[in-house]
C-alpha cells in the first residue's frame, strides 16, 4: 500500500532564504513535487511563468476558484495568489510530498483542509537588521517597497506561533539539514508509514508458523 | 527560558535491538538522562545494580508505589517493574530528555499521565527469524525460556500501533541514524522550544526601533 504523500508547508518572511531552502529541498528529493502558486500579479524580471508562479488573468483565476480548483487563496496587496488542486490531489495519490513556498493565510487554509496531511515549518530570521539586508541585497526594489515589505514580514512573522516547527536560519547549510531532518523525521511517524500494517501481519504469520 | 526536557519511550520486543541502540543514544548525547527501572527481579549475571535495573525487595518496591514515586508500574511474569518518578522529574526541570527502555504497559501508562511532553518510538525486528536468532546468540537461555520470550516478543509487537513512531531494525547503524533523526526534528518543534517567544519578541523590538 502506497502512503499518502504529506503537503509541506514554507513559510517565512520574504529574505529569510525559504526560497532557496525550498529548491534546495527539491534538488535534494527528486520525489517531492513543488506547488506552483498562481498569481494574477505580473511576472517579475527572471520570473518564468509555470515554474516560480502560474501567471492568470484575474478572471481566470475566479473562475478556478468559483469551481473549486484552488485548494487555498487569499488577496494580497490587491493581487490574488493561490494553490492550483490538481497537482497536490495527484502528487499525493502517487505517494509525493508536496512543498508549498506560501504565507501563513495560505498555511492556514491549507491545515484546515487538509489537518492530518499537513507539517507546518516556519523559518526566522537570525535578526531583522539581516532580513533587511538580505533584501536590499536583492538590489532591484525601491525604499518604498522595502518599506511595504518589511511591515507585511513583521505581519507574516507575528504568526510563527501557528506552525508545528519553527528554526531560525542563522546559516543557509544548517536550516538546510533541519529542513532534512523534519522531513526524514515525519516520514517516519507510524501513520505515515501504511505498509507497517502489512509488515507486522507477515511478521505474526512468522511467529505462527514457528 | 528553559525547555521542559522531553520523555522518549523506546520500545521493542526483547531482541529487535533496543538495548544497543538506547547504549548508542546515550553515548551520542551526554545530556541525555536514563531512567533506570526499579524491579523486584533477581539480577542476571552481569547486570548492575543502579545501571541496567535498580534491584529492590518487593516490600520496598510495593511502599514507593503506595507513596506515589513511581511514574508507572506492571507486573510481568510475577515480577514488578516500574520508572521511579524522582530522576525523571529531575530531568524534566534541568531540560534534559530522558530515555526509558520499557514494555507497552510502561509505556502507555507514561503517555496517559505526561501526554504532552511524550515521544515514543516503537523498534520492529525484520523478520521473527532474525528474533529468534538474536534471541538464541545471546547462549544464556534455555529452549523453555527462549519459548516464553518468543511468546512475549509477539504481544509486545502487538502493541507497535499505539506508538508516534515505528522503526525496523535491518541494520543497527541505520536504525541509530533514524532514532536520532526522530530525536532532532522532535526538538524543534515549536512547542519544544520556549526560547522562541523571546526571541521574536526581540525580533519585533528590532521592527519597532527602525
Redesign the interface.
Known sequence: MKRKGLLIILSSPSGAGKSTLARRLMAWDETLSFSVSATTRPPRPGETDGKDYSFKARPEFEAMVAAGEMLEHAEVFGQLYGSPRAAITQAMQEGRDTLFDIDWQGGQQIKQAMAGDVVSI?I??P???EL?RRLRSRGQDSDAVIAGR?AK??AE?SH??E??????NRDLDEAEA?LK??L???R???DR?PG?TD??RG??R??DE?
Chains 1, 2 share one sequence.
Open positions: 516556519f526566522l530570521p535578526s531583522i537588521a533587511e518589511m514580514s513583521q512573522i510563527w506561533a506552525y508545528d516547527y519553527v528554526l531560525v533541519e531532518t523534519i526524514r523525521a515525519e517516519m511517524r507510524r508509514q507497517l509488515f507486522v511478521l505474526n512468522e511467529f514457528r
